[in-house]
């Protein structure tokens, strides 16, 4: 689950991470308010959406410009203005952009110098990592390409936590004064202690800044959580913006469904994770483009295949469904009269392949044959791609 | 010989009574897998009885294995209690824990793999299908079935398999079965991005393995678990292999049902870890319904009987 940068900054304040103190606004008649909190002098007017690249973004309406830097409080709120409600794309987004529903207004800082830091899960070694580069404000995958050198990592031991020792390293490699030092250990040592207690997945600050008079703090954030912890975080799932998620990915999941939409015009419908990525490959290898990633879970009853057809045919690209399920403790039959019942109900017009292997498999296809649909059973995964694929382009 | 566990291990249950590991305790008993004890804290003394069976339940897993000889666990637990259930089969120093509960929080697997340093116990999962060494009855009956895979699908044989997903792991099992070439042990490890045994860990077993003769290893978008494996069999192992990476057509950031499968750099592309493949002599299936084909493809070549 990943927040805004507005509510990244309200937990920064929270463990003790010196950000600009900054007020959101999700409305024209808020801006005011906010911007009255703000001390006078220039502002810097952020679009808050998920997703990066928003400097450089483009809205849908032909303005330049998710983040402004303006000179006094009436220019940002005529640049907020612009923003809020509109569309912006950026390089993160695809093409739909993402609506901005809410706009931060931040003091704007008097930058000496910007920093990259971040902590993560290094999954070679199962431990949390520090990366820290001097090279801050641009993007860190081209400085980790071109200048391998100027990133530096530190690996966390989970039982001890964040030695002193480890902080003076990454403090040391970024060539701090001793004022600049102090505060930044201090920053680190914070930002470790809330990416741990949070359960947070990735804490990325891009740019850090020192400032004249050698204070350090977070300019930007992007922060995200492991959703497997949010079950003892209700203070972070209140952050929760469903404006920021696809509608259909919500409702998958109130099924135990999980659903991601693509942007090809074959849907299908699988049981497990790794099937159902390969179930995708299969019909990109003969020719076609899968509409979305749909996982049933390790069973498929009839409430949940009934679910998913209708999040599926949701989608207005959608121009024939496969479904392959892999039935092995579950009776394949059972699975069969519920992709029936399924496609009686919500009255499915498009191509639908079926393809079902395991147990009690022959009486799930005499189920599938003798139901009258206009539906097509393939036996192989191989088998049932290729013929979706021919009936969708025949169509 | 098989890898991990063969007919003769002698299993317990952690988290028996609950309808999850209930109804998969009763499929292992059922396929002939030793189940000697189940573990639910509270309810020490009473059993879990099926098919004739009575296994006995006990308060903690020192006492399971203790008492009944168990060396290895499958943890049901749900995911708030799943890594100390681990933690507690390293406690007692088992052979292995196999972790089948999904969605465990990463931060506990963290402190789980932490605690395993310089521990006896080999963790499989979590997140897993768990493991199934084929016995010799019909249907594979007789065999060692720890975890939530169908039994039936396999046969004795001399092929391994090793997977992070199931139902991939499934295919690849039912295609070897339906071409009459059986399994030595197949292994899912799990789709979460810490977990115990890597591919690598895995693979050293077969190569090591004098029954297995080859084998097939799945694996997905997200790290580089496949990438370090494949370069161990090119200097180390002669067996012929055969390899499919899902994800092809994921798109990068969006984590795709496994926490463990999200692109998040160019190294860990199924694009990339293929081309790897490749280079290590692993006969790349070009598609999920070629995976026993691409394995039978390299074992004429070299001359490798599979059957």
């Given amino acids: ?395 | 010989m098989a890898i991990l566990v063969n007919e003769n291990t002698k299993i317990l249950i952690q988290g028996i009574t609950g309808d999850f590991g209930g109804r998969h305790a009763k499929l292992s008993i059922d396929y002939g897998t030793q189940v000697v004890a189940g573990v639910t804290p509270g309810k020490g003394g009473q059993f879990f009885e099926h098919g004739g069976k009575k296994v006995p339940i006990f308060n903690t897993v020192a006492d399971a294995a203790r008492e009944t000889g168990a060396t290895v666990s499958t943890i049901f637990v749900p995911p708030p209690f799943a890594a100390d259930a681990i933690l507690e089969s390293i406690d007692a120093n088992l052979d292995l824990a196999v972790a089948i509960t999904e969605g465990i929080p990463i931060r506990d697997m963290v402190r789980v793999k932490r605690a395993m340093g310089g521990r006896k116990t080999r963790l499989v999962g979590p997140n897993c299908p768990g493991i199934v060494t084929p016995g010799s009855g019909p249907k594979s009956h007789g065999g060692c079935r720890i975890g939530i895979a169908p039994g039936y699908i396999h046969k004795k044989g001399k092929v391994g398999v090793v997977s992070r997903s199931g139902t991939l792991t499934y295919e690849a099992v039912w295609q070897l079965t339906c071409r009459n070439i059986g399994q030595t042990t197949c292994v899912g490890i799990g789709g979460d991005p810490v977990n115990g045994t890597s591919h690598l860990d895995v693979i050293k077993l077969f190569a090591a393995d004098p029954d297995t003769v080859g084998f097939i290893m799945i694996g997905e978008i997200g790290g580089t678990a496949e990438v370090e494996a494949a370069r161990w069999i090119k200097a180390n192992c002669n067996k012929p292999v055969a390899g499919f990476i899902a994800g092809a057509t994921a798109p990068a950031g969006r984590r795709m049902g496994h926490a463990g499968a999200i692109v998040g750099g160019a190294e860990d592309t199924a694009a990339a870890k293929i081309a790897v493949f490749k280079e290590c002599g692993i006969e790349v299936a070009a598609t999920p319904s070629d995976m026993a084909d691409a394995l039978i493809r390299l074992a004429q070549v070299r001359g490798v009987q599979l059957t």
């Fill in chain 1, 1 to 395: 689950m990943n927040i805004h940068e507005y509510q990244a900054h309200a937990l920064f304040e929270k463990f003790g991470v010196p950000s600009p103190k900054g007020y959101p606004a999700a409305s024209v008649a808020d801006f005011d308010a906010a911007l009255a909190k703000l001390p006078d002098g220039p502002v810097v007017v952020k679009s808050q959406i998920h997703a990066g690249g928003r400097g450089k973004g483009t809205f849908t309406d032909g303005f330049k410009g998710g983040v402004k830097v303006c000179k006094t409080k009436a220019e940002a709120r005529e640049m907020a203005t612009k923003m809020l409600g509109n569309t912006l794309v950026t390089l993160q987004t695809g093409a739909a952009g993402r609506k901005v529903q809410t706009i931060y207004f931040t003091p704007a800082c008097d930058i000496k110098k910007e920093y990259y830091l971040s902590i993560l899960l290094d999954r070679a070694s199962s431990r949390p990592v520090i990366v820290v580069s001097t090279e801050g404000g641009m993007s860190i995958e081209d400085v980790a390409h071109n200048t391998p050198e100027k990133i530096i990592k530190v690996l966390v031991d989970p039982a001890i936590g964040l030695a002193d020792y480890q902080v003076r390293q990454l403090i040391f490699a970024l060539g701090f004064n001793p004022a600049e030092a102090k505060n930044a250990t201090k920053l680190i040592k914070a930002l470790y202690t809330m990416f741990w207690e949070t359960d947070a997945s990735m804490v990325e600050i891009n740019p850090l800044i020192t400032t004249k008079d050698d204070q350090v703090m977070a300019l930007d954030a992007k922060v995200g959580f492991d959703d497997n912890a949010l079950f003892r975080h209700s203070e972070i799932v209140a952050l929760r913006d469903l404006n920021e998620e696809d509608s259909k990915e919500i409702e998958a999941s109130k099924y135990g469904l999980s659903y991601i939409a693509l942007d090809g015009n074959i849907a299908c419908l699988v049981n497990g994770a790794g099937l159902a990525m390969s179930t995708m490959d299969i019909i990109k290898h003969f020719g076609g483009t899968p509409a979305n990633f749909l996982d049933v879970g390790g069973g498929a009853s009839k409430d949940q295949v009934v679910a998913a057809f209708k999040i599926i045919l949701g989608d207005p690209n959608v121009k024939g469904i496969l479904v392959n399920i892999f039935g092995g403790i579950m009776d394949c039959n059972v699975i069969a009269s519920g992709v029936v019942e399924a496609v009686k109900e919500v009255g499915l017009e498009l191509p639908l392949v079926v393809r079902l292997e395991g147990n009690n498999v022959e009486a799930g296809k005499t189920t599938l044959n003798s139901s009258g649909l206009k539906l097509v059973s393939g036996d192989t995964m191989a088998d049932a791609a290729q013929k979706i694929v021919k009936l969708v382009s025949a169509a």
